[in-house]
């Protein structure tokens, strides 16, 4: 499966000020990656991405502040709110334990020792900052799974191997 150039990064919720700055929800993991960004996209109603220069971000609590070089009016601003933004995934450095969640949506969840199928990942939730796997159990319903190396063995994103290996404890697929 080809990997989404695109993914996106946040959401212009607001203006901020009078010169054209943009108040940004963040969708990384963090507003300070966000902000690190130079290059953001958006996306257009033909499903072209369009690049948009970044002349100034910081961080403000949990949102970004960003000054883009096509947009220096609050009149031009308003309209802006709500488009969602984009980043080329290459500009987004992962670390080598690091996957964009976009990747790993759908992928089976196995046991690390045995390679049975417990279900398909469905969802990734991050109450409290943490991470928790929504999995679609093979028997039907669905379980949660703390993301952490105790039971997150390794996560393999392409090829034959595809699939997230894990060990579970007892009665954690129980209802």
């Not at 996209?41 to 220069?53: C, D, I, L, Q, S």
């Not at 970044?54 to 949102?63: D, G, H």
């Not at 398909?120 to 952490?148: H, K």
């Not at 392409?158 to 290996?165: C, M």
Request: glycine share 8%; proline share 4%.
């Amino acid at each position: 499966m080809a990997k989404q150039k695109y993914l996106e990064c946040g959401k212009a919720v607001s203006t901020h000020g009078v010169r054209g700055t943009v108040r940004l929800e963040c969708y990384c993991d963090t507003p300070e990656q966000l902000a690190r960004l130079r290059t953001l996209y958006r996306k257009t109603p033909a499903g072209e991405f369009v690049p948009m220069k970044v002349k100034a971000s910081s961080v403000q609590k949990k949102m970004v502040l960003c000054t883009f070089d096509e947009i220096k009016t609050l009149d031009e601003a308003i309209p802006f709110k709500g488009t969602v933004l984009y980043a080329d995934r290459d500009d987004i450095k992962l670390s080598k334990d690091q996957v964009f969640v976009v990747d790993i949506l759908g992928l089976d969840v196995l046991d690390f020792e045995t390679g049975e199928k417990y279900g398909t990942l469905s969802e990734v939730l991050t109450p409290s900052g943490r991470e928790v796997y929504v999995i679609d159990d093979v028997n039907g319903g669905s379980f949660m799974m703390p993301v952490v190396p105790e039971f997150v063995r390794e996560i393999v994103t392409e090829g034959e191997r595809a699939g997230i290996y894990v060990k579970l404890i007892e009665g954690m697929r129980e209802v």
